[in-house]
């Protein structure tokens, strides 16, 4: 196995660890562990997590571009890997409010779509890499959660102005959000279109 699927498998790995971290326990667990110090750093550790996976995102591709390492198993599994760890942040950030939801569910529903056509291609013995599109929007993805996991850390009990801080934070974080869900739909659009005859009735 080459070092761009040791890359992305490491991500697979990061998602089951970011949702450690990210995810709200059980009302038992969250009262046992209330005001701990593992409740503190938890949505740091969460933040580090996301950011080193979505390192692994962009490393792993660029190594496997510059050293002509790419390969079906990469093509398949690399999305794969991606789509996991942009739905575990969202589901993680629907505590925070119900427009993640409404992400997180248009963002699936593409993916849902767009995993089925890889699977028929794969069935026909074609397999498709992501479009620049897909790309952009998965760029669009990682800046807004990032930027909104780090408006969840902002200290606002030590100073009031960092209540104004957090606020633009979260703003901003909401226009990029926006902006991704409406590369998600326009890219889905797109991927369904340029790969239309995938999903050609065969003529017998």
């Given at each position: 196995m080459n070092l761009p699927n040791k890359l992305t498998i490491t991500?697979?790995?990061l998602v089951a660890?970011?949702?450690v971290f990210a995810f709200p326990y059980p009302?038992?667990?969250e009262n046992f562990i209330d005001g701990t110090f593992f409740d503190i750093i938890r949505p740091y550790i969460a933040l580090i997590v996301y950011i080193v996976a979505s390192i692994t995102d962009a490393v792993d591709g660029h190594i496997a571009r510059r050293d002509n390492?790419?390969?079906d198993f990469g093509k398949f599994l690399d999305p794969i890997a991606d789509k996991l760890l942009v739905s575990a942040a969202l589901l993680a950030l629907c505590n925070v409010s119900l427009m993640y939801l409404w992400a997180a569910l248009i963002i699936l529903a593409r993916e849902f779509v767009v995993s089925g056509i890889r699977m028929l291609a794969a069935s026909k013995g074609t397999v498709i890499a992501a479009g620049k599109l897909g790309k952009?929007?998965?760029?669009f993805q990682t800046i807004a959660i990032i930027t909104i996991l780090v408006?969840?850390?902002?200290?606002?009990?030590?100073?009031?102005?960092?209540?104004?801080i957090q606020e633009i934070i979260y703003i901003l974080g909401n226009i990029v959000m926006v902006a991704a869900v409406l590369l998600t739909i326009i890219s889905g659009v797109e991927y369904v279109?340029?790969?239309?005859e995938v999903l050609s009735i065969d003529k017998k």
């Open positions: 991500r697979l790995i660890v970011f949702a009302d038992v667990m390492l790419i390969t952009l929007k998965m760029i408006a969840g850390i902002v200290p606002t009990g030590l100073w009031s102005g960092f209540e104004i279109i340029k790969n239309k």
